[in-house]
C-alpha cells in the first residue's frame, strides 16, 4: 500500500521569506503523480502543484516549486517570498494511475499547518 | 467553472440514524472520493469509485457503505451514525492522471 508522511506538524515563516515542507512516500511502483493540496481556513481545497514521476525536471507555479527526489521517495514544497496568504493547511498526496492494485486510489498525508507572520 | 457540490454543509444527526451524504461532480470525471478529515490525521480515504457502480474500499470504510449509479452523483452512507463518526467529510473527484477537485466540506455532528 502506498503512504505519504509529512513529518512537520505545523511551520511559521516570516512575511517574504522562504519556507521548505516536506514529504516522504512509500511505494513500489514506478509511474506515478505526487500533488501538494492548500486548504485555507475557508476550508476549501487548492491544487498548489503537481509532479509526474516519470519527469525528472521539478515542478514549478510561481512562487511555489518542488524538489522531487524519487529514488529517496522525497516531494518537498518550496515557498519563495511568502505571503499572508500562504497561511493554510498544507498536504501532500499521492495518486497511482489507473491498472493493477491501488490504481487510482489518491492518498494523503496527515498534513503540516503553516503560518506566515507579518 | 468546475464544480463539485456536497448537499449539505452542517448536519447534525442522532446516534443510530442512517445518514446520505451526496457529492454530485459537473466535470465528467471517472474516479470520485470521499474523505474523512479530523485534526492530527489529515484526510483519510473511506472509499473510491472509478467507473460507475465501481467501488474500492479506502482504509478506513468500516461503518460506511457508498453507492454510484450515475457517473457525476456518488453517496456515502452511515447505515447506523455513532458519534466516532462525528468529523468533516470531504467529497473529491479526478481524471486519472489529473488534479482532484474538491467539495466545499459536510461538517457531520453525531449526537
Known amino acids: 500500500a502506498q503512504t505519504v508522511t509529512q513529518s512537520q506538524p505545523e511551520m511559521s515563516v516570516q512575511e517574504a521569506e522562504t519556507v521548505t515542507l516536506s514529504c516522504t512516500y512509500d511505494?513500489?511502483?514506478?509511474?506515478?503523480?505526487l500533488f501538494w493540496y492548500k486548504q485555507p481556513p475557508s476550508r476549501q481545497m487548492i491544487l498548489v502543484i503537481r509532479?509526474?514521476?516519470?519527469?525528472?525536471q521539478n515542478a514549478t507555479e510561481n512562487r511555489f516549486s518542488v524538489n522531487f527526489q524519487k529514488a529517496a521517495k522525497s516531494f518537498s514544497l518550496k515557498i519563495s517570498d511568502s505571503q499572508l496568504g500562504d497561511t493554510a493547511m498544507y498536504f501532500c498526496a499521492f495518486m497511482k494511475p489507473r491498472g493493477g492494485e491501488y490504481g487510482n486510489k489518491l492518498v494523503f498525508g496527515a498534513g503540516t499547518i503553516l503560518r506566515v507572520k507579518s | 467553472d468546475v464544480k463539485v457540490t456536497q448537499s449539505s454543509r452542517y448536519l447534525v444527526k442522532r446516534t443510530g440514524e442512517k445518514v446520505f451524504l451526496e457529492c454530485v461532480q459537473d466535470m465528467d470525471h471517472e474516479n470520485m472520493f470521499w474523505y474523512r478529515q479530523d485534526p492530527g490525521l489529515g484526510l483519510r480515504l473511506i472509499y473510491f469509485?472509478?467507473?460507475?457502480?465501481?467501488?474500492e474500499k479506502g482504509d478506513i470504510p468500516e461503518g460506511y457503505s457508498v453507492s454510484r449509479e450515475k457517473k457525476e452523483r456518488f453517496s456515502l452512507i452511515l447505515e447506523s451514525a455513532s458519534t466516532n463518526q462525528t468529523s468533516m467529510y470531504l467529497c473529491a473527484s479526478s481524471q486519472s492522471r489529473g488534479k482532484a477537485f474538491f467539495g466545499q466540506g459536510t461538517r457531520l455532528t453525531v449526537v
Open positions: 511505494t513500489s511502483e514506478n509511474n506515478y503523480y
Open positions: 509532479q509526474e514521476a516519470y519527469k525528472q
Open positions: 469509485s472509478y467507473d460507475v457502480k465501481m467501488k
